[in-house]
């Protein structure tokens, strides 16, 4: 669905993505494992 919503322009991927991730930590997650995980260390986004 984030990439479906950036496609179209509704929304900022890398920012949706990264809060995601961060409510992901939040929530207790020890291991995060995500379609977007390539994508996030290949274009330096942490």
Known sequence: MVKAAAQ???IDERTVTLENL???????ADIIITYHARQVLAEGWL
């Open 22 to 28: 961060h409510a992901f930590r939040r929530a207790g």
């Open 8 to 10: 179209r322009g509704w």
